[in-house]
């Protein structure tokens, strides 16, 4: 594991919310606890701002805010020792983990060399076929629209296409806020998969981060999700940490 300073920690959870954007957002000593109704956990889950034993007291206060917009309340907790208190009272009250996600972070300057790939196409807004990456087949498409809609908000978000034959093979987002540019939404087209054309967006969106003055970047990735973490690796990504969504 890659070490994160408690700036580098705070500055990647709230780059994440303002990336994600959910529809409300409220803070907590320690905590962003961010409200939304769609299917993206980040976009919807309690999240601690710093990797030190945070106030047991504060989990009901967290609670009562969900409940009061009638949503279930989620947490993403970090798997690190200093949570050990607060995962024991997320269990006791019927809590339990799932979809263990790793938070990886790389120089841009390392990410840019992963694909040789002609530069693709990237856009202030996306388009009917970057949307489409999303809709096609193999993936969920209320959750693909659904994350679509979310990565849509957020003004100067960066979308990047690979395109074969004026048709868009492969998408992804970058955004950039708190001193990180962030990585979001990579998608290729099922037919097309095992061709680079991932690694080409990744490059495209490290060569925009590049060129807004951001030498940093991090990603979130499922880590049962090989295919990701080869390429990622291969990119210069190196795991800082891992957290679990806490729910009901």
Same mark, same amino acid.
């Given at each position: 594991?890659?070490?994160?300073?408690?700036?580098?920690?705070?500055?990647?959870?709230?780059?994440?919310?303002?990336?994600?954007?959910? *529809?409300?957002?409220?803070?907590?000593? *320690?905590?962003?606890?961010?409200?939304?109704? !769609?299917?993206?956990?980040?976009?919807?889950?309690?999240?601690?701002?710093?990797?030190?034993?945070?106030?047991?007291?504060?989990?009901?206060?967290?609670?009562?805010?969900?409940?009061?917009?009638?949503?279930?309340?989620?947490?993403?907790?970090?798997?690190?020792?200093?949570?050990?208190?607060?995962?024991?009272?997320?269990?006791?009250?019927?809590?339990?983990?799932?979809?263990?996600?790793?938070?990886?972070? @790389?120089?841009?300057?390392?990410?840019?060399?992963?694909?040789?790939?002609?530069?693709?196409?990237?856009?202030?807004?996306?388009?009917?076929?970057?949307?489409?990456?999303?809709?096609?087949?193999?993936?969920?498409?209320?959750? !693909?629209?659904?994350?679509?809609?979310?990565?849509?908000?957020?003004?100067?978000?960066?979308?990047?296409?690979?395109?074969?034959?004026?048709?868009?093979?492969?998408?992804?987002? !970058?955004?950039?806020?708190? *001193?990180?540019?962030?990585?979001?939404?990579?998608?290729?087209?099922? @037919?097309?998969?095992?061709?680079?054309?991932?690694?080409?967006?990744? @490059?495209?969106?490290?060569?925009?981060?590049?060129?807004?003055?951001?030498?940093?970047?991090?990603?979130?990735?499922?880590?049962?999700?090989?295919?990701?973490?080869?390429?990622?690796?291969? @990119?210069?990504?190196?795991?800082?940490?891992?957290?679990?969504?806490?729910?009901?």
């Amino acid at each position: 594991m890659q070490t994160v300073t408690p700036a580098d920690c705070e500055a990647i959870e709230r780059a994440t919310l303002a990336a994600v954007a959910p *529809g409300a957002l409220e803070e907590l000593p *320690g905590w962003l606890l961010p409200y939304d109704s !769609g299917t993206v956990n980040r976009a919807k889950s309690a999240v601690p701002l710093l990797h030190t034993a945070p106030n047991p007291d504060l989990l009901g206060e967290i609670e009562a805010r969900y409940a009061a917009r009638g949503l279930a309340a989620i947490f993403r907790i970090p798997q690190l020792a200093a949570f050990d208190e607060w995962r024991d009272l997320l269990r006791g009250r019927g809590y339990g983990a799932s979809k263990p996600t790793e938070v990886h972070t @790389a120089l841009t300057s390392s990410v840019m060399s992963v694909s040789k790939a002609p530069a693709g196409h990237i856009a202030a807004r996306p388009d009917a076929g970057w949307a489409e990456v999303f809709l096609g087949e193999g993936f969920d498409p209320v959750d !693909g629209a659904s994350r679509v809609q979310i990565l849509s908000r957020t003004g100067g978000t960066a979308f990047a296409s690979a395109r074969e034959q004026g048709r868009t093979v492969a998408a992804g987002a !970058g955004a950039f806020a708190h *001193g990180w540019a962030s990585v979001h939404g990579m998608r290729t087209a099922q @037919a097309c998969r095992g061709r680079g054309l991932a690694a080409q967006v990744l @490059a495209i969106l490290a060569a925009a981060a590049w060129s807004r003055g951001y030498p940093r970047m991090f990603l979130q990735v499922e880590a049962n999700n090989p295919p990701a973490h080869a390429l990622y690796r291969r @990119a210069g990504f190196a795991a800082a940490w891992t957290y679990e969504y806490w729910r009901r």
